[in-house]
């Protein structure tokens, strides 16, 4: 018996609203008539599946004259191979956004699904060869302040951090309420209303020192708010947009640049010489600044003129650091 073929069988007649006919079996499964028979005795036989052949509509459909009215489904849990590979390569990225974090969790579906693969000959070492997740600038997070906080995030209840700020080097206590987890480039933020601040905040949980769950409900922020707050402006720095931000880019870098979505309310306009002119609303340049630097030579900021100023003089500490005048460069 083909685990793959039974589990398809059942997947055609269930989402098929009338009869499949034979051919469409044969076809779509590439087998011969034998062997759909002995998988259709298979799956009435052994898995109970009322599965009838209706000569008015010229094909198989499920008896639909079951007592409570319920759709047949295999018993157990049931993959196709594709499926099973799918979720193995899914629990690979989990694994490597952040080791340790779930591993205790997601241990037992593991085993389960590697059972599920090697009883149908796909060796589970095979994803573990072949699936690879390369993570970059990945700062590493405290497990338990990880569950901790996933775990008030979905019971809705506020926590008192103790959160370190890089940029002032110092430790503050604060109450939030969690409101979402995002991963973004590679490393966590937590969304939160801060009630110190009285306004919606982010948090890198790898700052994160302490983490104590409140008995207090979280205060509840709309997905309206939370998605004007956090994803009006460029990157993770949140708020409403002050700019809009033009770069030009070469027909050489254009021809990447194109394909990628830097805000999801970018525009992009075609230039007549193979260019790209990418505008994006941003609130804090720092991000902004630093994904524009990357494409070097590439890329210039025709607007705003603030913008313009900020990444010259970033040019030119650069240009003095390694020795090098502006005039030569150029």
Not at 60 to 80: A, H, I, K, N, Q
Not at 114 to 142: C, F, K, T, W
Not at 305 to 323: I, W
Request: charged share 25%; with cysteine.
């Amino acid at each position: 018996m083909n685990t793959d073929r039974i589990v398809t069988i059942c997947r055609m007649l269930s989402l098929s609203r009338r009869a499949v006919p034979l051919q469409v079996f044969l076809d779509e499964l590439e087998i011969s008539r034998a062997t759909f028979k002995r998988d259709l005795a298979s799956l009435r036989d052994r898995f109970g599946a009322p599965i009838v052949y209706d000569r008015d509509a010229g094909g198989y459909r499920f008896d639909s004259s079951s007592p409570d009215g319920s759709v047949y489904e295999l018993p157990g849990l049931w993959f196709s191979a594709s499926e099973l590979y799918a979720l193995l390569a899914a629990h690979r990225l989990l694994e490597q956004i952040e080791p340790g974090i779930l591993a205790d969790h997601l241990a037992p579906l593991q085993s389960r699904l590697a059972e599920l693969l090697g009883a149908g000959g796909h060796p589970v070492q095979e994803i573990e060869r072949r699936v690879r997740i390369l993570s970059i600038a990945r700062r590493r997070v405290e497990p338990r302040f990880f569950a901790h906080v996933a775990a008030a995030l979905m019971r809705r209840h506020r926590i008192e951090i103790d959160a370190w700020n890089r940029a002032r080097d110092e430790v503050n206590t604060r109450v939030v309420s969690p409101q979402r987890l995002v991963h973004y480039r590679d490393n966590w933020y937590l969304d939160a209303f801060c009630h110190w601040r009285g306004a919606l905040r982010s948090f890198a949980l790898d700052t994160l020192r302490r983490v104590r769950l409140l008995p207090q409900k979280a205060q509840e922020i709309s997905d309206a708010q939370l998605d004007a707050h956090y994803t009006g402006a460029y990157g993770i720095f949140a708020g409403m947009p002050t700019a809009q931000a033009v770069l030009r880019f070469s027909a050489e870098r254009a021809r990447w640049v194109r394909a990628e979505v830097w805000h999801p309310k970018q525009q992009q306009e075609d230039l007549p010489d193979g260019g790209l002119r990418l505008t994006v609303p941003y609130a804090d340049e720092r991000e902004l600044m630093m994904d524009i630097l990357r494409h070097g030579r590439h890329v210039t900021v025709e607007a705003p003129q603030s913008l313009r100023q900020r990444m010259a003089e970033e040019v030119a500490v650069l240009a003095a650091r390694y020795g090098v005048g502006l005039a030569s460069a150029s």
